[in-house]
């Protein structure tokens, strides 16, 4: 019986280990499954990150490449050219001058009137007339006077008949000496009484002072003038005067006998040559400048007492770089000009751009302008179309329109 159990015994044991070995074995392998599951986990995601690494290396290079070939057709896109006018710098003989703004006044010219009261009774004038010196314009009444000329004319020939008379006897010794004497001064009084009587009447008879232009009058037949009172105006009008002021850094630039040129808005032919007669003997001193009168020829009575006036003093002639007025850019930094030169395209054809050139500018004369610095003789300068150029762009160059370019333009008067 002992021997059965420990023969079941031995035998069980084996049993029961072999199962503990195999338990053991499958908690093993049971364990070791979640181990090779993480690490293939990893390889699976280390795999992706990679795949999409090269996905965005490969968007980024296709970007830049998109970017590369805009920059290279870019680099090769020209604007089309600019259409411009040009205009060929070149020497000209200018007239420089000093302009100024000057006021016409006559040589002579006043206010006709009487200083004797009275009643007109003859006017000899018309309106607007021109008169010579001495001409008869207005008769005051003078009857009073000339009735006290004819007594006084009585009284003087009286005198006279008595002075030859005492004259006579005095030769013979028949009166003294100052008979003779009273004689003598009783006539010459009765003439100065003649002459005080013509000069009364002469004083109503107001006569032309001078040779000139008369103007609106102001009196009628009838009326009683007052001492002073005005008749008319009478001005002196060939040759006539301009005032007109400098500034002081042109002194040295004026001088008696310089010529003058005369322009007045609204007279025909309104160009009238002079030359300056007289320069004040000191400067203004809240203008610092110094009054200028001239003397302007006017045959032909153009020119009137008042008109305003632009005044040019002409001086030396010199060579000068001229340009059209319409090339010039201007601005507060500084006035420039575009210049077209030649330079060969990105086609490889020839063609034209504008280069800036700052410049310093001198006198102008009606559409030109004077280049002191910065343009030579010969350059091609753009004169219209300034205002959409760059330096470096490029131009086509359409010279069948020009723009005005007259030293002494004539628009018409619209």
Not at 2 to 10: A, E, G, I, N, R
Not at 151 to 164: C, F, G, P, Q
């Amino acid at each position: 019986m002992k021997d059965s159990l420990s023969t079941s015994d031995s035998t069980a044991a084996p049993s029961v280990g072999t199962s503990s070995s195999a338990y053991s074995s499958t908690r093993l392998e049971g364990k070791s499954q979640p181990i090779h599951g993480s690490k293939s986990m990893t390889k699976r995601m280390l795999v992706m990150l990679g795949l999409m690494l090269l996905f965005i290396v490969a968007i980024a290079a296709w970007k830049v490449r998109q970017i590369q070939t805009g920059m290279a057709q870019a680099a090769k896109f020209a604007p089309p050219p600019t259409a411009v006018t040009t205009a060929v710098a070149k020497t000209e003989r200018w007239q420089p001058v000093l302009s100024a703004v000057g006021s016409l006044k006559a040589v002579n010219g006043v206010t006709v009137s009487t200083d004797l009261a009275g009643i007109i009774s003859q006017i000899s004038f018309q309106s607007g007339a021109t008169v010579k010196r001495g001409d008869l314009l207005v008769k005051l009444d003078s009857s009073q006077e000339e009735a006290q000329l004819h007594s006084a004319e009585a009284r003087r020939d009286l005198a006279k008949l008595s002075l030859d008379r005492q004259r006579n006897l005095r030769s013979s010794g028949a009166v003294s000496q100052s008979d003779y004497d009273s004689a003598g001064s009783e006539f010459r009084q009765a003439a100065a009484a003649v002459d005080e009587a013509n000069a009364l009447i002469a004083r109503k008879t107001i006569t032309a002072s001078f040779d000139g232009l008369l103007g609106i009058r102001q009196v009628d037949l009838g009326q009683y003038l007052n001492v002073g009172a005005p008749i008319v105006q009478l001005q002196s009008t060939d040759p006539i005067y301009v005032d007109f002021a400098l500034p002081q850094e042109n002194l040295e630039q004026i001088a008696v006998g310089k010529k003058l040129r005369v322009k007045a808005t609204g007279v025909a032919g309104n160009q009238f040559e002079g030359e300056i007669t007289a320069i004040d003997s000191r400067l203004d001193e809240s203008t610092r400048s110094i009054m200028i009168q001239g003397t302007v020829r006017n045959a032909e009575n153009r020119l009137r007492p008042g008109m305003f006036v632009n005044v040019e003093v002409l001086l030396p002639e010199k060579d000068v770089i001229s340009i059209p007025a319409s090339s010039i850019s201007y601005a507060p930094y500084g006035d420039s000009v575009f210049i077209a030169k030649e330079k060969q395209g990105t086609d490889g054809k020839p063609g034209k751009e504008a280069q800036q050139q700052f410049v310093k500018l001198g006198p102008s004369r009606g559409d030109q302008v004077s280049i002191i610095s910065g343009v030579k003789e010969g350059d091609e300068v753009v004169s219209s179309g300034v205002f959409k150029l760059r330096s470096g762009i490029a131009v086509q160059v359409n010279n069948s329109v020009q723009p005005d370019n007259e030293a002494n333009p004539t628009p018409p008067n619209r």
